[in-house]
T-cell receptor, first 113, second 112 residues
Framework: QQQVKQSPQSLIVQKGGIPIINCAYE??????FPWYQQFPGKGPALLIA?????SEKKEGRFTISFNKSAKQFSLHIMDSQPGDSATYFC????????????FGRGTSLIVHP | DTGVSQDPRHKITKRGQNVTFRCDPI?????LYWYRQTLGQGPEFLTY????????KSRLLSDRFSAERPKGSFSTLEIQRTEQGDSAMYLC??????????FGEGSWLTVV
C-alpha cells in the first residue's frame, strides 16, 4: 500500500521552465510535508517543508502548494536551472508520535540548458 | 555540526556473508532512522530508535537484519547471510523533536 503517491516519475524541462511535481497522501494523521532533493550517489537533503495550516510556502525559487481537503501537495520550481537536475521526493509524516517520514517514489527532473 | 556520518560508503560482498554498517547521527539528536533505497525508488523505512530504544521496525526488516543503538549515540545495521536482493543503499537519518530530519550520504551495498 503506497501511502504517498508521487507523479510524474520523470520530467524534462528547458532552463527557465517551471516543473511541477505532485503528491497525494491518504493518512489523515500526516501533518508535516517535506520535500527532499537527491543528487546521484548522495543522501536526500531537505529542500522545503509545509504544515497544513497554510496553503502555500515559498523559499527562494521553490514553492509548495497544499490542498488539505484534497490531501494533495505539489512542488513548483521557478526559473529552473540545469543545477536543479536531481531526483525529488515528497514525504509525509505525523508531527507527533513516531515522526517517521513516508516517501513518495521520486521524480527524476532534468533541466536542459 | 558534522552531519550524519555513515560508514562504509560502499561495500561489495559475496552472497551469504555478513555485513555491518555504522551510522553516527548529529550530536544531541535522540531519534535515529534506517531506510533502504533501491534504484528508482524512494527511501523505504526499516527501523527507528529513540535514544537506545528501538521503537518501530518495518516488515521489510527480516530476521536477517538487526539494528542496535547501544548507548543512544551511534547505530549499527547488520545484515546476516546476505542475498542479492539486499543490494541497495542503506540510509541513516537523525533528528530531535520538532526538528528537521537529516540524512547521511548512505552506504551502498552490492551483493555478488
Amino acid at each position: 500500500q503506497q501511502q504517498v503517491k508521487q507523479s510524474p516519475q520523470s520530467l524534462i524541462v528547458q532552463k527557465g521552465g517551471i516543473p511541477i511535481i505532485n503528491c497525494a497522501y491518504e493518512n489523515t494523521a500526516f501533518d508535516y510535508f517535506p520535500w527532499y532533493q537527491q543528487f546521484p550517489g548522495k543522501g536526500p537533503a531537505l529542500l522545503i517543508a509545509i504544515r497544513p495550516d497554510v496553503s502555500e510556502k515559498k523559499e527562494g525559487r521553490f514553492t509548495i502548494s497544499f490542498n488539505k481537503s484534497a490531501k494533495q501537495f505539489s512542488l513548483h520550481i521557478m526559473d529552473s536551472q540545469p543545477g536543479d537536475s536531481a531526483t525529488y521526493f515528497c514525504a509525509a509524516l505525523p508531527s507527533g508520535g513516531s515522526y517517521i517520514p513516508t516517501f513518495g517514489r521520486g521524480t527524476s527532473l532534468i533541466v536542459h540548458p | 555540526d558534522t552531519g550524519v556520518s555513515q560508514d562504509p560508503r560502499h561495500k561489495i560482498t559475496k552472497r551469504g556473508q555478513n555485513v555491518t554498517f555504522r551510522c553516527d547521527p548529529i550530536s544531541e539528536h535522540n531519534r535515529l532512522y534506517w531506510y533502504r533505497q533501491t534504484l528508482g525508488q524512494g527511501p523505504e523505512f526499516l527501523t527507528y530508535f529513540q535514544n537506545e530504544a528501538q521503537l518501530e521496525k518495518s516488515r521489510l526488516l527480516s530476521d536477517r537484519f538487526s539494528a542496535e543503538r547501544p548507548k543512544g549515540s551511534f547505530s549499527t545495521l547488520e545484515i546476516q547471510r546476505t542475498e542479492q536482493g539486499d543490494s541497495a543503499m542503506y540510509l541513516c537519518a537523525s533528528t530531535k523533536p520538532g526538528n528537521t530530519i537529516y540524512f547521511g550520504e548512505g552506504s551502498w551495498l552490492t551483493v555478488v
